[in-house]
């Protein structure tokens, strides 16, 4: 008997074999074995057990692998990263479509006041390797800062500024438009702490006046995909992600 499967009611009925209340009456009757000894209800089974009607094997379908779904999601700004949020706050959940099985797993965070791109998967284990620090996976920024900081600032932000967490640094910034007030900066770094980038530039007398997210990983944020609106992942960008 397999601890993991099916009811074996439930297995024999999506086999085609009969009605779950007619495989439940077998059962019971003592008609059906399980790995050589008399089933009972209650227990599982998968297609790799032995099962048995009145001593002939039964033939059992063979579940087939769950399909690894991703969605891009365009986050707004005002959206928190949780299912529910105690202030009543929308979620970046409120407006997904129902994933094809399981459930919608977020693939880290961006804070309330951070736009851009967020990665949902419906494979805990995908999910899991994709935030774990091990997997040192990229994350590109657009960030505007108020000012036009010095270049010796930029510099630090390149060998390493001090946090309460530890050393933090980017893996590259660049800066690519000034205006009156603001410059513009595309930045690189492969870690994923609570508001990293935003107190890496507070570190060095910096004040983000804008912050949005444009890759992940393989991943861009499609240029024509609005604010609040998602996109699935076809396979060879699920691919991709997967041997990231």
């Known amino acids: 008997?397999?601890?993991?499967?099916?009811?074996?009611?439930?297995?024999?009925?999506?086999?085609?074999?009969?009605?779950?209340?007619?495989a439940e009456e077998w059962i019971r009757a003592g008609r059906v074995s399980i790995n050589g000894r008399i089933a009972q209800l209650g227990d599982r089974a998968t297609a790799d057990d032995d099962v048995r009607l009145d001593g002939r094997p039964v033939r059992l379908a063979r579940a087939a692998a769950p399909r690894t779904e991703v969605l891009l999601y365009h986050k707004p700004v005002g959206e928190v990263t949780t299912r529910r949020d105690p202030q009543s706050r929308p979620t970046v959940f409120d407006h997904l479509p129902a994933p094809g099985g399981g459930r919608w797993i977020v693939v880290g965070r961006l804070d309330t006041n951070t736009s851009g791109l967020l990665l949902f998967t419906t494979d805990g284990a995908l999910a899991h390797r994709l935030m774990h620090p091990s997997s040192e996976i990229e994350r590109e920024y657009l960030v505007?800062?108020?000012?036009?900081?010095?270049?010796?600032?930029?510099?630090?932000?390149r060998t390493g500024v001090m946090l309460e967490d530890g050393i933090a640094r980017?893996?590259?910034?660049?800066?690519?438009?000034?205006?009156?007030?603001?410059?513009?900066?595309?930045?690189?770094?492969?870690?994923?702490?609570?508001r990293e980038v935003r107190r890496m530039w507070n570190a060095v007398g910096c004040e983000v006046s804008r912050l949005m997210r444009v890759r992940f990983g393989p991943v861009q944020l499609p240029r024509d995909l609005r604010a609040g609106a998602w996109l699935r992942a076809d396979e060879q960008l699920v691919g991709a992600l997967a041997g990231a």
């Open 170 to 194: 980017f893996d590259s910034v660049a800066e690519t438009e000034h205006t009156r007030g603001h410059t513009w900066f595309t930045v690189v770094l492969h870690e994923g702490r609570n």
């Open 144 to 157: 505007r800062v108020r000012g036009r900081p010095a270049a010796e600032a930029v510099a630090r932000l």
């Open 1 to 22: 008997m397999s601890a993991a499967g099916e009811r074996l009611q439930k297995v024999l009925a999506a086999a085609g074999h009969a009605s779950r209340r007619t």
